[in-house]
């Protein structure tokens, strides 16, 4: 496509329930990122996938959050048993091979957590 | 690691007036430094990008920014300001290589006042 998709825009959810955050890359993007935006907190990195390697999941605050990213596309965050902390909103971004020049971010999803 | 600090969370200007918006980082090798935008329930959009070619920066909508090693900043300026460019605005840093990723400031929220 021509932009970064993410899905769904809003998910308010109750405590304790798993959710799964979507995002659809560019076409031909190979690094994908996920970042969380907290209120006053800026951006945090979670995770990061390019091409076939292995992801660095080294941004992922508790092993609650976990994602995949299939066939180089599409990549899937799952938070498990939320907690109210999470509430925040999930933003993706993707680039075409290694150029740090050329991120581009989707709309992210607002997760609320009642 | 790298970092950026953003000081203060919000700035506000009358309109026509010189925008700055302050960013200091700190890395052990040559950075890439990045002024991002988002505007409400919009994701980032790049405003302009620092890549150890010329330490003066343009970017879109008028806005520049000045890289000075010696100071390790990366300030935000624009000569003046409009309506329009109430926002918030995340400073990034990165460095070359695989598997890098941006490291944001915390943002500075703008406001434009008639």
């Known amino acids: 496509g021509a932009g970064v998709s993410q899905s769904p825009s809003n998910k308010v959810t109750e405590k304790g329930k798993d959710v799964e955050l979507r995002c659809d890359p560019i076409?031909?993007?190979?690094?994908l990122y996920w970042y969380r935006q907290s209120l006053g907190q800026g951006l945090e990195f979670l995770i990061y996938f390019q091409g076939n390697s292995a992801p660095d999941k080294s941004g992922l605050p508790s092993d609650r959050f976990s994602a995949e990213r299939t066939g180089g596309s599409v990549s899937t965050l799952t938070i498990q048993r939320t907690q109210q902390e999470d509430s925040a909103v999930y933003l993706c971004?993707?680039?075409?091979?290694?150029?740090?020049?050329?991120?581009?971010f989707g709309s992210g999803t607002r997760l609320t957590v009642v | 690691a790298q970092s950026v600090t953003q000081l203060g969370s919000h700035v506000s200007v009358s309109e026509g007036a010189l925008v700055l918006l302050r960013c200091n980082y700190s890395s052990s090798v040559p950075p890439y430094l990045f002024w991002y935008v988002q505007y409400p329930n919009q994701g980032l959009q790049l405003l302009l990008k620092y890549t150890s070619a010329a330490t003066l920066v343009k970017g879109i909508n008028g806005f520049e920014a000045e890289f000075k090693k010696s100071e390790t900043s990366f300030h935000l300026t624009k000569p003046s300001a409009h309506m329009s460019d109430a926002a918030e605005y995340f400073c990034?840093?990165?460095?070359?290589?695989?598997?890098?990723?941006?490291?944001f400031g915390k943002g500075i929220t703008l406001s434009v006042r008639p």
């Open positions: 076409s031909g993007h190979t690094a």
């Open positions: 990034a840093v990165s460095v070359s290589g695989a598997n890098s990723k941006l490291t």
């Open positions: 971004a993707t680039l075409l091979g290694y150029d740090l020049y050329g991120y581009t």
